[in-house]
């Protein structure tokens, strides 16, 4: 009686220590979490890397993750995308854990694909193959592609922006144009919607392309009832564009 009852309270013992170590593998492992995807939503996939600028990752990603609570709407299934499950560090020094990774991870079609800005898209990110080649995979696609800032340094760089129109950031027109001098570029412009492409000078005027393209799924009014959430007066007619859909 004296063993079985030892016995037993080893057992207790191991089966503790076991779901302990689990639980601890479990907390160390970064990016681990299980996403549930919503089928009958949009799935909008953030690229996200080391020196992302916070402002062209959140504004958007504020916008479409506030489509969940609209009803009687095919709202977003919101998450990010990045080479690793590290944390990466924005520009301005914010660590974020990537939902999932591109180089290894299975992940589901993209029907939107957003690229906020980040500290190398004017040299190194340029010359990245992976990254490059993945974004061209999910163009082929996806319903939007859509960039913010230097964003579209990514995009003219596989070759997506050929056809269309397409912007960025004020200041890296000139930059813009001499890279890739055979886009067409608009200037004085928050944003550039050209068939399937949507490119934003970006900063805080990512918000106000993120509430186009919600404009354009969903309605006027549903546009509005999200900007007013956020505080965000919103009038598309005020918002100086170039569409050609």
């Not at 063993?3 to 503790?16: E, F, M, P, Q």
């Not at 080391?50 to 990603?61: K, R, V």
């Not at 916008?63 to 560090?89: C, D, S, W």
């Not at 490059?132 to 596989?158: P, Q």
């Amino acid at each position: 009686m004296i063993k079985i009852y030892g016995l037993l309270v080893l057992t207790l013992i191991l089966g503790s220590c076991n779901e302990a170590q689990t639980s601890k593998t479990q907390r160390i492992e970064p990016g681990r979490k299980v996403l549930r995807f919503d089928a009958d939503r949009y799935n909008v996939a953030f690229l996200i890397m080391e020196g992302t600028y916070n402002t062209e990752f959140t504004a958007p990603f504020d916008i479409f993750q506030h489509t969940q609570y609209r009803k009687g709407i095919k709202a977003m299934n919101t998450f990010t995308v990045a080479n690793t499950l590290e944390p990466i560090t924005t520009f301005e020094g914010v660590r974020i854990l990537p939902d999932m990774d591109y180089t290894r991870d299975s992940i589901p079609k993209i029907d939107i694909l957003v690229v906020p800005s980040a500290e190398h898209h004017l040299d190194s990110d340029l010359r990245d193959t992976i990254m490059l080649n993945f974004v061209k995979r999910v163009d082929r696609n996806a319903l939007f592609m859509t960039s913010h800032c230097d964003g579209a340094f990514v995009l003219a760089k596989a070759g997506l922006l050929n056809r269309v129109s397409s912007t960025t950031f004020p200041s890296d027109i000139g930059l813009y144009r001499e890279m890739f001098p055979n886009l067409k570029v608009e200037e004085e412009v928050l944003f550039v919607h050209d068939g399937k492409y949507i490119t934003s000078a970006g900063g805080a005027k990512s918000f106000e392309a993120a509430l186009y393209l919600c404009e354009l799924l969903y309605g006027k009014e549903i546009a509005k009832s999200i900007a007013k959430g956020l505080v965000i007066d919103w009038d598309l007619e005020k918002v100086p564009s170039f569409i050609r859909q």
